[in-house]
């Protein structure tokens, strides 16, 4: 278990921007990959954005061509830089890291084992 903090959330205009945060209190052995996720009120928790350890990157369609995911491992944080925002993006956002070694895809949240609290995420039209 690595605790995950997740950071940047607000409100915005639609158009604007926001960038996430997400840091762990320490690394974890094996770790491949983190993802970032979202969850409206009443939907099911959707994938966003995921980033392997090696700095491949995985986005959903939705956002592709908005959303960049990043990280900075020397100081265990990963980042959503979030551009052009829509009301439809408005969730509370989780940052996961992925379990080591996991057969589930990158974007079903099954395959990780540590999730953050959360940080809202509200765009206005």
């Known amino acids: 278990q690595v605790q995950l903090v997740e950071s940047g959330g607000g409100l915005v205009q639609a158009g604007g921007s926001l960038r996430l945060s997400c840091a762990a209190a320490r690394r974890t052995f094996s770790i491949d990959a983190m993802g970032w996720f979202r969850q409206a009120p009443g939907q099911e928790r959707e994938f966003v954005a995921a980033i392997r350890w090696s700095g491949g990157t995985y986005y959903a369609d939705t956002v592709k061509g908005r959303f960049t995911i990043s990280r900075d491992n020397a100081k265990n944080t990963v980042y959503l830089q979030m551009n052009n925002l829509k009301p439809e993006d408005t969730a509370a956002y989780y940052c996961?890291?992925?379990?080591?070694?996991?057969?589930?895809?990158?974007?079903?949240?099954?395959?990780?084992?540590?999730w953050g609290q959360g940080t809202q995420v509200t765009v206005s039209s």
């Open positions: 996961a890291k992925h379990q080591a070694r996991s057969s589930w895809s990158l974007s079903s949240p099954t395959g990780y084992d540590s």
